[in-house]
């Protein structure tokens, strides 16, 4: 009997092992997207350094996000002002109109209307740089500087570089004569920093109206690295969805009086232990259900071995892909929601017990999960605890739909990138963050975000924070890029 039980044991083993063998061989990369005919970007007369002087002008415009509705707009009419004489042709040849005081739409019309245009976005604002921080940079965050080869200040990535790269691209080829055949819409939000409720979102609400549906949009949100995390080496991650995010508000409600009689649970204590609960609540983290599993067969060649095989066989190695990645932030937002504990108050004296207590719970929510089931559940854990409350704040955002990676735009997208930075594949990603092109997601076929510069784990650093600068060479190749976007894209 034994022996046939190890007999059976041993020939399940070599099933197994047969089976994780083959599905790790078999785990390739997808076959490149269909050969998208595009120009040598090289073959553009471009001159990076002239656009690198325009880039530091647009810079020094402190447009800043407005908050209220006393500041002052002085500084975005005047980059409007700017942009209109550095770039005539581009202003001669699309039509202008501002859309919620501030932002801009574009519209070069192409001579096909049957064909679904392309949505360019990018934002004019640019977040503040707090007094407290300003003695630690080591040029004037507006001045924009050109130095070391690079244009310094804030908005330099985020994102007057793709603003101006979009436009000195248009002017190239309008000054050239150039007229598109599908017709190119240009999106410049100037609130993207504070939600876009004023812009982006006023802007997508008329393009609806007016029945357009784009063939794609394309935003900032995601780049190349010059090290993925998972191989060590060059790689381009366009972002084909973004996370949503909403705040859950605890309330705790408890017997006020004087701490020197405390009952068993007071308004601050059940709120602590009510936002324990529901921080510590099971998330669903694994590849399937977002960009993950794609990203990591599209990097498959890259892969060493043991990493494809834990990839490849997520049911037998899943716990131990997820404790390995547990202490990546990254990689935990990438592969399931967020949970963070953010703000907490309650009670006023040391000595006197509140009558409530109010704790703020963000969450960044992964495409496979809905927020009415993330409160559904965050209530269940904290069902049993008396005088507490959970709801959102206020309305949750959710996730951006998928778009494809087998569509005709991402292969556009992918050409255009393999051209630009040819050591660095193409692979989809999750944007952690929030852009403009959540809403535009009603107008367009696929919604895309990407910027086509190779940042450094030191880069990355930069946006909304000290030093932001972008480098010369990545100027002149977004402008090459969005170039070749649009003559490729707009113009055969």
Do not use: C
Not at 48 to 64: D, H, K, N, Y
Not at 180 to 205: C, K, W, Y
Not at 318 to 331: E, F, T, V, Y
């Amino acid at each position: 009997m034994i022996r046939l039980i190890l007999a059976g044991l041993g020939a399940l083993l070599i099933a197994v092992v047969g089976f994780v063998g083959f599905r790790t061989f078999s785990f390739v990369a997808p076959p490149p997207p269909a050969a998208v005919e595009i120009a040598e970007s090289s073959s553009y007369a471009v001159d990076a350094s002239a656009a690198a002087v325009r880039l530091g002008e647009a810079i020094r415009f402190r447009t800043v996000s407005l908050v209220s509705d006393g500041e002052d707009r002085a500084q975005f009419e005047q980059f409007h002002a700017w942009m209109q004489q550095r770039y005539p042709a581009f202003h001669a040849a699309a039509r202008r109109e501002i859309v919620g005081e501030l932002s801009l739409l574009y519209t070069w019309t192409g001579s096909d209307a049957a064909q679904p245009p392309i949505i360019l976005l990018a934002h004019q604002d640019v977040v503040p740089v707090p007094d407290d921080t300003r003695q630690n940079w080591t040029v004037d965050p507006f001045g924009g500087l050109v130095r070391d080869n690079a244009v310094w200040g804030r908005g330099a990535i985020d994102d007057k570089g793709s603003l101006i790269s979009i436009i000195e691209a248009a002017e190239f080829l309008a000054r050239q004569g150039r007229q598109p055949v599908r017709t190119i819409i240009f999106a410049f939000g100037h609130d993207e920093e504070i939600g876009g409720d004023g812009g982006a979102v006023l802007m997508a609400r008329l393009l609806a109206e007016r029945g357009v549906r784009a063939w794609f949009v394309l935003d900032e949100g995601m780049a190349a690295l010059d090290r993925h995390p998972l191989t060590g080496a060059p790689a381009a991650m366009i972002g084909i969805s973004e996370r949503g995010s909403g705040t859950m508000r605890v309330r705790a409600v408890g017997q006020p009086g004087h701490s020197s009689m405390p009952p068993r649970e007071t308004a601050v204590s059940l709120a602590a232990e009510a936002v324990n609960r529901i921080h510590d609540m099971p998330i669903e983290r694994g590849l399937e259900g977002g960009p993950a599993l794609g990203m990591m067969r599209a990097l498959a060649p890259e892969l060493t071995l043991t990493n494809r095989m834990a990839v490849s066989n997520e049911w037998l190695f899943g716990p131990m892909l997820r404790q390995r990645m547990a202490g990546n932030p990254a990689a935990q937002a990438l592969m399931g929601t967020t949970i963070a504990p953010t703000m907490i108050n309650g009670g006023s004296r040391p000595n006197v017990l509140p009558g409530e207590a109010i704790a703020m719970i963000n969450f960044r929510i992964h495409p496979r999960d809905q927020s009415a089931d993330l409160l559904r559940r965050a209530r269940q854990a904290v069902a049993d605890l008396d005088g507490v409350t959970v709801d959102w704040s206020e309305e949750p955002r959710e996730a951006s739909s998928i778009s494809s990676t087998t569509s005709s735009s991402y292969a556009l997208l992918a050409a255009l990138s393999g051209d630009i930075l040819p050591d660095a594949p193409v692979a989809p990603g999750l944007v952690l963050a929030g852009t403009d092109s959540r809403h535009y997601s009603e107008v367009a076929e696929n919604v895309y975000r990407y910027q086509p510069i190779m940042l450094t784990a030191e880069d990355l650093e930069m946006p909304h924070g000290l030093n932001e600068r972008i480098s010369v060479d990545n100027l002149d190749r977004m402008i090459r890029f969005y170039i070749g976007l649009m003559e490729a894209g707009a113009m055969q």
